[in-house]
Nanobody, 124 residues
Framework: QVQLVESGGGLVQAGGSLRLSCAAS????????MGWFRQAPGKEREFVAT????????YYTDSVKGRFTISVDNAKNTVYLQMNSLKPEDTAVYYC?????????????????WGQGTQVTVSS
């Protein structure tokens, strides 16, 4: 069974940085796309970033381009989201997700497995 476990969330001031980790287990992920989504209170879960398991392809939502970086460590089966220049509007629960037989994916319905989420709170 696929398991995705996020960590690294917390409370940070505006302008600060956090690095989220997603430890993946239960499969060989070489044919999977990995993604990060977020959900703020009262809002829909939205796409943040995606990466191919090889790391060769990435895509970001416009609001995080230039501030967030998604990466993958194949040896550790871990996906990261480095978040810099954080803003209060980045406050949300961040979820890691995996999509079978894919390179990159941006839509929530395209993902097959989800982690439990990690809270990121950015204070002004």
């Amino acid at each position: 069974q696929v398991q995705l476990v996020e960590s690294g969330g917390g409370l940070v001031q505006a302008g600060g940085s956090l690095r989220l980790s997603c430890a993946a287990s239960g499969r060989t992920f070489s044919s999977y796309a990995m993604g990060w989504f977020r959900q703020a209170p009262g809002k829909e879960r939205e796409f943040v970033a995606t990466i191919s398991w090889s790391g060769g392809s990435t895509y970001y939502t416009d609001s995080v381009k230039g501030r967030f970086t998604i990466s993958v460590d194949n040896a550790k089966n871990t996906v990261y989201l480095q978040m810099n220049s954080l803003k209060p509007e980045d406050t949300a629960v961040y979820y890691c997700a995996a999509a079978r037989h894919a390179i990159v994916r941006t839509q929530r319905y395209e993902y097959d497995y989800w982690g439990q989420g990690t809270q990121v709170t950015v204070s002004s």
